[in-house]
C-alpha cells in the first residue's frame, strides 16, 4: 500500500461464528489476504479460533479473547470494556470491528465494517429486537468511528440516503471470493455430493444461506412449486444451510405436493460447498436485499448459473452474468421455468459467472482495508 507505513491494527475477530458464516467468510477472507502483506496485524478472538488465525497469519499476533465472550451479551460487554484495555496492552494504533458494532471509547481511532443497511431498507424481515439493536448499532458506528467500511457501492449510498452519513468516511471493499474453496468442481465431486443428498439420479435447484426473512425462502419453495410441478423428472430444491428464524418456511414447505422432493440438509462440510453448488442445475437467490451477496459470488465461483433479484448490491456482484427475477412466487417460476427450458443459457450464464468472480479478489478488499486504516491513522495523528 501507499501513504507510509502501515498503523499497527488490532482485529476484532470475536464475533465469528463456530459455524463460519457471512462474517465468517468475512473475517477469514481478509485476514488471509492480509496475512500476504506487510500489515502489522494484532487478531483478537474466540479461543476455539485461536489455532486457525495462528496457522492463517504467522507473522501476526493471535490472542485468544476470555472465554466468556463466546456469548454474545458477555461479547458486546467485553468489547465496550476489555476491547479497549487489550488495544491499550498490544500497543496497537487502531482497532478494527468486523461487524457493525465497535467500542464508543478507546484510545486509539476506531473503523468498522457496516455490511448493509437492510435492517432500514427492509424492517419487517427482522425480529423487532434484532432490528432495533441493529439499527442502533449502526447510527452509532457511523456517529462514533473514524471510518466505516462497507462491502458495495449500493449500501455506501443507502446509508448516505438513509441516515445522512458523511460519504467522505465511508470506504467500500468489495469482498472477495477464495478460489481454493469456491471453484468449478469436477464431475466426481458432484456425485459425491449428490449421493450424500441422495439426488444421485435426480436433478437439483441450489440454495445456500441462512433462513431469516430476508432471503425470501418461502417465496423460492411456493415459486419452484409452480415452475415444476408438471414437468417429467422434476428437479428437486435443496434448501441448504443454517436453521434461522423464518416460521414461513415451514407454511410453505407444508403445500409442496407430495412428488416434488423438497431437502433441507442443514448445513453441509465445507468441502462439499463446490459440488453442491457447481452441480446445481441453478442456483436460486431470490433475496429482498443484500449488502454484499457473498452466497452469489460463490456460487458464480462454482459455475452454477445463478438466478437471483436486481436489489441493492447484488447487481454490483452479479452484473451481466447472473440471469435476475422478481420477488414474488409468480416472477420466480417464470424466470426459473425459462432458466429450466434454456440449456445453453444455463451454460452461458456458468461460463461468464466463472469469469466474474474472478474479478473479486481477497486481496482487493485487504488493500481497500489498509487504506481506510492509514486514512483513519493519518486524520487522528492530525
Not at 498503523?7 to 473475517?27: H, M
Not at 494484532?42 to 485461536?50: E, G, K, L, P, S
Not at 468498522?112 to 435492517?119: E, I, L, M, R, S
Not at 427450458?341 to 456458468?350: I, N, P, T
Amino acid at each position: 500500500m501507499t501513504g507510509g507505513r502501515p498503523p499497527r491494527v488490532l482485529v476484532d475477530a470475536t464475533s465469528v461464528p463456530a459455524d463460519r458464516g457471512g462474517v465468517g467468510r468475512y473475517v477469514d477472507g481478509l485476514l488471509g489476504a492480509l496475512g500476504r502483506t506487510d500489515a502489522d496485524l494484532v487478531v483478537v478472538c474466540q479461543r476455539t479460533d485461536a489455532e486457525r488465525y495462528a496457522q492463517m497469519l504467522p507473522r501476526a499476533q493471535v490472542e485468544p479473547a476470555p472465554s466468556a465472550v463466546a456469548h454474545r451479551p458477555a461479547r458486546l460487554a467485553w468489547e465496550q470494556t476489555g476491547l479497549p484495555l487489550f488495544a491499550q496492552h498490544v500497543g496497537a494504533q487502531l482497532i478494527h470491528s468486523p461487524f457493525y458494532t465497535c467500542p464508543l471509547r478507546a484510545s486509539c481511532p476506531v473503523t468498522v465494517t457496516v455490511h448493509d443497511a437492510t435492517f432500514f431498507t427492509e424492517p419487517e424481515h427482522y425480529d423487532k429486537a434484532r432490528g432495533t439493536f441493529f439499527r442502533s448499532a449502526i447510527k452509532t458506528s457511523l456517529r462514533r468511528a473514524a471510518r466505516v467500511i462497507v462491502p458495495s457501492k449500493a449500501t455506501r449510498d443507502e446509508l448516505i440516503r438513509l441516515l445522512d452519513a458523511d460519504p467522505t468516511k465511508i470506504d467500500v471493499a468489495y469482498h472477495g471470493v477464495d478460489p481454493q474453496a469456491f471453484y468449478v468442481p469436477t464431475e466426481g465431486e458432484k456425485a459425491r455430493v449428490r449421493a450424500r443428498l441422495g439426488l444421485v439420479d435426480t436433478p437439483y435447484i441450489a440454495f445456500l444461506g441462512a433462513k431469516e426473512p430476508r432471503k425470501n425462502v418461502p417465496n423460492l419453495i411456493r415459486g419452484w412449486v409452480a415452475a415444476v410441478a408438471d414437468r417429467p423428472n422434476p428437479p428437486a430444491l435443496v434448501i441448504a444451510g443454517g436453521s434461522g428464524h423464518d416460521d414461513e418456511i415451514d407454511r410453505a414447505v407444508a403445500e409442496v405436493p407430495r412428488h416434488l422432493r423438497l431437502l433441507r440438509p442443514g448445513y453441509l462440510r465445507y468441502a462439499d460447498l463446490p459440488g453442491y453448488l457447481g452441480g446445481a442445475l441453478i442456483s436460486a437467490y431470490p433475496s429482498h436485499g443484500e449488502g454484499f451477496g457473498l452466497p452469489v459470488l460463490e456460487a458464480m465461483a462454482c459455475g452454477s448459473p445463478v438466478l437471483t433479484t436486481p436489489r441493492l448490491s447484488l447487481p454490483e456482484v452479479g452484473g451481466d452474468a447472473v440471469a435476475y427475477t422478481g420477488e414474488d412466487p409468480e416472477a420466480i417460476a417464470r424466470d426459473l421455468r425459462a432458466l429450466l427450458d434454456d440449456e445453453e443459457r444455463r451454460k452461458e450464464l456458468a461460463r461468464r459467472g466463472v469469469a466474474r468472480a474472478k474479478e473479486f479478489t481477497w486481496e482487493q478488499s485487504a488493500e481497500a482495508h489498509l487504506q481506510a486504516w492509514q486514512r483513519a491513522a493519518v486524520v487522528s495523528v492530525a
